[in-house]
DNA sequence: AATAAAAATTAGATATGTCTAAAATAAGTT
DNA sequence: AACTTATTTTAGACATATCTAATTTTTATT
């Protein structure tokens, strides 16, 4: 078992690893600066942590150069972020939390457990391939949908996407959808999200502006770009 | 904000003080022998902490005799008490684990600190008033309701229950409940639970035995005795 | 290539929460 | 009331996780 501090530590890495730098692409291993600033520690605190992990074998170490995940470490890594956005998932979709204050509490939540506990959450929520904010969720094996979809409901102004299924497929559903001109493949871009009720007002790509019930975004599923 | 020990000592105090002992009444104060054996950990180490939840306000220690909450500490005994309720009842109730199995898992629930899940929780349960094993949860003012009603549903073999209330009201089931004699007020034992089903097997105090599906049962609000 | 700057590590200090063993106090017994 | 037993507290040790300051190593710059 390990600490909660352990665990975040453990992400840290996992997150770093997989952030794209400058030049294009990932880095090959992290560095004890940028997890001290990700955890608000010291540098010199993630060394000695980075050594206990390692001598526990979740992690490779090469002083002076950086860190990489094992197999075993990338495992458990996967399965902190998996947790992290189930919660978020249920937060914001049962809860009816906002998508932007479930951060700090799933970051709490993510430390339960309970294999048994996460796998409930994730049949109870429908098996989600994306959290609230579209990042990816980790299967219970730990696999990862590339696709990236979200909700249209959860786009804010300004974001450009492209319709990529429609998630209740009703017959009134497509029909309305079908007379506003939109199907799979249709690129939008979202001008502005009125807190009042959730309506959004969007303009397609090839046509003019128009005002879209939450109910309807609702059961959009869209992708990026 | 305390650390986990902290609230977990805080718990301990609570929960000893409302335990009525072999006189029949509740203790005045809580012992450390007593704390200890409850958080699996040794009666100088109980010292030392009730000495700094002293410090900060959430109980009274009087040397050699013991502690009693303060209106501070009973307060935050009271959500953690809460959280640890509410999670129960959303385990089984909604993710379908057994009433034996929360345990452990809402041990560490209940340290996730948000007013605000707290209480959204809450409502997304439908306020409910008492958790899987038939304990009060106290609302979010702190206040504990007394009646001790819980599901039929949750019950095992061998109680003896009378029906209190039936949660879903509809025509079907109140039809079915009187065309076997079921109705508020109505004693009844329950025979044996049949896990592959969920049904169970009922005995009313005047009257012959006969089965119950889990459709029904779960409806069926009983209090003990 | 020499030097300056950045980053990582080590060494030693501090705070926390736990423990064991010994001393102090309270409660029970003859 | 004196003695025995149980409980509580104190004192000192230890493991964990953190920090600052100093040292080592790597990277960047002239």
Known sequence: MLTRSEEDHL??????????????????AAGTKDIAERLRTKA???????????????????????V????????????????????????????????????????QMEHVASDKLTDRLDDYLGNPGFDPHGDPIPDRKGKIRTKRTQRLSLCKGGEAVRIAAVSDTTDGLLRLLDSKGLRIGTQLTVLE???????????????????????VSHHLQVERG
């Open 193 to 215: 999200v009125h807190a009042f009720d959730g309506s959004m007002d969007i303009k397609p790509k090839n046509g003019a502006a128009f005002s879209l019930s939450k109910d």
């Open 68 to 107: 990489k995940l094992t197999a075993k470490g990338e495992t458990l890594a996967l399965q902190l972020v998996r947790r992290h956005r189930l919660w978020e998932t249920f937060l914001v979709e049962r809860l009816g939390f906002g998508w932007d204050e479930v951060h700090e509490v799933a970051e």
């Open 11 to 28: 992400k840290a890495v996992h997150a770093l690893l997989q952030t794209i730098g400058a030049d294009g692409k990932a880095a090959k």
């Open 44 to 66: 010199s605190s993630v060394t000695d942590m980075l050594k206990k992990l390692a001598a526990k074998g979740y992690l490779k170490h090469e002083p002076y150069y950086g």
